[in-house]
T-cell receptor, first 113, second 109 residues
Framework: DTAVSQTPKYLVTQMGNDKSIKCEQN?????MYWYKQDSKKFLKIMFS???????INETVPNRFSPKSPDKAHLNLHINSLELGDSAVYFC????????????FGPGTRLTVL | DAKTTQPNSMESNEEEPVHLPCNHS???????IHWYRQLPSQGPEYVIH???SNVNNRMASLAIAEDRKSSTLILHRATLRDAAVYYC??????????FGTGTRLTIIP
């Protein structure tokens, strides 16, 4: 009965590689988000999609490309990984962008070596 | 963005009430007050939100000052599972959630 799921849970890779993180929600929500939590525990929004349309893009390098094949999925693809990309990435969803409660996934810990 | 100020950390004894304060002196009339918490190694979890009136739900209560410049999240009976970082966030309309540093709550058995 998982609400927001992410895969993989851990991802260890070398600098320069390309990797993807997948996110799925089974709540029937219209809006999905990606957040990044760095080593100092600051949690910042990266992207938001509403009905598969991008509505927030927070000055994230264009090496990061979100893709929403349908309303239930929002995947994050990262090209040419850098050391500074190491962080925990959280996916979230909400009923609509205007709604107040966001449901977060368990996170993906990305380590770039 | 209107800012919130929270203590870095707090401790409370198990099975006692916990009052987590939040100051937001620059709050505007359309800012909602949201609380999320993040348990260790988990994603954030919605707790409660309100605008002007006090709010109660199964997890907690939110007490909002009459001038709205401060609020208090109340956990009525803390358990070990309530140990987490608690974030007080102001959100205006459709704006994004902006997380601060929060209050790290430690529960003492």
């Amino acid at each position: 009965d998982t609400a927001v799921s992410q895969t993989p849970k851990y991802l260890v890779t070398q600098m320069g590689n390309d990797k993807s993180i997948k996110c799925e929600q089974n709540l029937g929500h219209d809006t999905m988000y990606w957040y990044k939590q760095d080593s100092k525990k600051f949690l910042k929004i990266m992207f938001s999609y509403n009905n598969k349309e991008l509505i927030i893009n927070e000055t994230v390098p264009n090496r990061f490309s979100p893709k929403s094949p349908d309303k239930a999925h929002l995947n994050l693809h990262i090209n040419s990984l850098e050391l500074g990309d190491s962080a925990v990435y959280f996916c979230a969803s909400s009923q609509a962008y205007q709604n107040n409660e966001q449901f977060f996934g368990p996170g993906t810990r990305l380590t770039v070596l | 963005d209107a800012k919130t100020t929270q203590p870095n950390s707090m401790e409370s004894n198990e099975e006692e009430p916990v009052h987590l304060p939040c100051n937001h002196s620059t709050i505007s009339g359309t800012d909602y007050i949201h609380w999320y918490r993040q348990l260790p190694s988990q994603g954030p979890e919605y707790v409660i939100h309100g605008l002007t009136s006090n709010v109660n739900n199964r997890m907690a209560s939110l007490a909002i000052a009459e001038d709205r410049k401060s609020s208090t999240l109340i956990l009525h009976r803390a358990t070990l599972r309530d140990a987490a970082v608690y974030y007080c966030i102001l959100r205006r309309g459709n704006e994004k959630l902006t997380f601060g540093t929060g209050t790290r709550l430690t529960i003492i058995p």
